[in-house]
Each structure stands twice: as C-alpha cells, then as structure tokens.
C-alpha cells in the first residue's frame, strides 16, 4: 500500500487525507458536503472532487467512517456489535462494488450497544478511539468525544466495551434557539467566557437536574447576575456540566482522553480539571491514524 485514502464523512462535514504507507498525513482536504447536503446520486461524484489531483490508480485502498454508512448515505454498513476491535470491523467492512476511479473503497461499519433494551449507535467515533488508542500506545480506558451528541466509550483491551451518548451540543442548540431562554441570549454565543462557563458547570452540580438547572439561564438575566454576552457561555457550562454530572466521576482517580475539535475539547478540559479531573486530548490525528490502522488488518485484494 503506497498510499492510501481516509475519508471522514459525517453529517454536515466532509474531511479527506491522503496518507503514505506509513500512516503520515500527505495532504488533507475540508468541506460542507456532509452527507445532508449532498444530492440523491451525488456520492460518487462528490467522491471524485476530493480525490482529484491525488494519484488514485484501479484498486487503491479507500476507506470511509461516519455517516456515510448510514442508510441516509452512499451505502449502508450496517453496525457491528459491542464488544469489538479493529480487527471486527475490518470483518464488516461495506464495499461498494463500482467506486469512481476504479478505487477499492470500503465504508466501516459503526457500532452498537444496548442499554436496558434499547440501543445506541455511533458511526465514526469508533474509529477515532481505536486511532487514540494506537497514538498513546494504550489498549484501555475511558474516551469522550464531545460533539453534537457526545459520547462516552469503555475499552478494555483493545476492545470497545460498551458507550453512551448524550445530546449535549443538540440540547444546547435547542435552548439556546427554541426555548424561553432565547429571549434573554444575545444573537452570537461570542467568545468563551470562562467564570461564566464554570459557574453555569458547578450550578449544573447543585441543582441536580438540567430541567431545574437551565431555568436559572433566564433569571440571571432577570436579576443581572450575569451581563448577557455572558449567558451562552454560562448556558454551555450548564449542559456539559448536567453530562459529566452524569458520570459519577467523583472521586474515580479516571483520566479520560478527550477527542475531538479544540474548541470543544478545550471546554471540556477546563470543566473536569475545575472538578479535580484530569484530561488528555487529541484532534483529527486520531481520526487519521485510526483508518490507517483499519486497512492494516484487511486481506490484500
């Protein structure tokens, strides 16, 4: 494998990376067209606008995370089981038969659990965890990747165990936008603001429940306890504060790796070492590293 394609393929996003065979990232590429925005028929053709200028030759390696497996995707994986390693989903790996440009390209197939009868799902953060896992040379602990709908992950050697998602970002964009407290919030969340954040972290503690908690957005307005350019910031600590409130993580000695966008991760890292935790992170690298190491454990063509 002289080079090889990673497509991370999500929702609202689309990210490329050319890598040599060594994993090293040659060139990367970003744009909007995540899978919502792209047209019924469009995947092979959005496919080749990435591609193009980079030396695709009939049957180079290509491999795709994210909601690009979804059934609302280019082709669905269907998600593989927890308790799973690298080596379960090469094994489920979704290869479309007639991919642009001759290419070999494989979608991976996400995961699932079941949580007192019902499920979750991830597609994508799999493959970020497994790529961590490679960079810190670990083969257990407990990652989270924030986002929209964060989530929790449980690996135990080398295995996903089990996960949680919570709607943190989505909750957010839901009161900030849609509910009484958008009345009272400026129209741009603006910068972070720090004191405001962690207060709304430590309230999310002392008030037990996010249903009770996030009322408290609009009177701190009502009584100027916190000017409004602060109050996206404090409504932000609030719902991170309700997740990691979530976690019981008091007192468990855990250092959580964090992955995912600095501006988040960033977030994230400041409220667990408030609440005495202590963090690590990683961005897109892992993202990278972990498809790399996905096509190190596929059958040669």
């Known amino acids: ?161 089990a996960f949680s998602t919570f709607m943190t970002g989505e909750v957010y964009g839901l009161l900030r936008r849609h509910s009484i407290l958008a009345r009272t919030l400026p129209q741009d969340d603006g910068a972070l603001d720090e004191s405001a954040f962690l207060r709304g972290v430590m309230h999310a503690r002392q008030a037990g429940s996010l249903l009770h908690g996030a009322f408290a957005a609009r009177t701190a307005s009502l009584f100027d306890q916190l000017a409004p350019a602060a109050l996206p910031s404090y409504l932000s600590g609030l719902v991170i504060g309700e997740e990691l409130r979530a976690q019981h993580l008091e007192n468990s000695g855990a250092e959580l790796v964090l992955v995912g966008a600095p501006a988040l991760t960033q977030r994230y890292e400041l409220a667990l070492r408030t609440l005495g935790l202590h963090s690590s992170s990683l961005g897109d690298e892992a993202t990278w590293r972990g498809l790399w190491s996905l096509a190190q454990k596929l059958e040669p063509a």
């Open 1 to 161: 494998m002289k080079t090889f394609i990673a497509l991370d393929w999500g929702t609202s996003s689309l990210r490329a990376a050319l890598l040599d065979s060594g994993g090293a990232v040659l060139e990367q590429w970003h744009s909007d067209e995540g899978i919502l925005h792209v047209p019924a028929g469009g995947f092979p053709a959005a496919f080749q606008r990435i591609v193009q200028g980079w030396p695709v030759e009939s049957g180079m390696l290509c491999l795709a995370s994210g909601m690009v497996g979804s059934r609302q995707g280019w082709q669905e994986a269907p998600y593989c089981p927890c308790p799973a390693g690298p080596g379960e989903l090469a094994g489920r790996i979704a290869w479309l038969p007639d991919a642009p440009s001759g290419a070999r390209l494989g979608i991976a197939p996400g995961l699932c659990t079941n949580h007192c009868g019902m499920y979750d799902v991830m597609r994508g953060e799999e493959v970020q965890v497994f790529g961590a896992l490679e960079l810190l040379s670990r083969d257990s602990g407990t990652f989270v990747l924030p986002g929209t709908h964060s989530k929790w992950v449980r690996v135990r050697q080398g295995r996903i165990e």
